[in-house]
Nanobody, 117 residues
Framework: QVRILESGGGLVQPGGSLRLSCHTSGLKFAAFTMGWFRQAPGKERQFVASIDSMARGGTYSDSVKGRFTISRDNFNMAYLQMNNLAPEDTAVYYC???????????WGQGTQVIVSS
């Protein structure tokens, strides 16, 4: 079965950095586009970043461009490096895997990021 597990969230001060990790299993990792989404209280889930199965340059939302970097390894991990964090980045961050032969769409349980003094 497919499993997606995020980690690395927590409390950080404004201007600080965090690196989120996404561990995947039960899928052909190399066949999937990996992405990060986030949902703040009272708001819709929004796209943050994605990287295709060939690990070509990432795609980013305007709100995080220049501050966040998405990456993946050749095995089963995706990452989101978040720099210069601001309070508006506070949200639950979700890892997404999309693709494969059946066009699967899989989500993790989320990891909480709180940016506050």
């Amino acid at each position: 079965q497919v499993r997606i597990l995020e980690s690395g969230g927590g409390l950080v001060q404004p201007g600080g950095s965090l690196r989120l990790s996404c561990h995947t299993s039960g899928l052909k990792f190399a066949a999937f586009t990996m992405g990060w989404f986030r949902q703040a209280p009272g708001k819709e889930r929004q796209f943050v970043a994605s990287i295709d199965s060939m690990a070509r340059g990432g795609t980013y939302s305007d709100s995080v461009k220049g501050r966040f970097t998405i990456s993946r390894d050749n095995f089963n991990m995706a990452y989101l490096q978040m720099n210069n964090l601001a309070p508006e980045d506070t949200a639950v961050y979700y890892c997404n895997a999309y693709g494969g032969e059946s066009r699967g769409d899989y989500w993790g349980q989320g990891t909480q990021v709180i940016v506050s003094s």
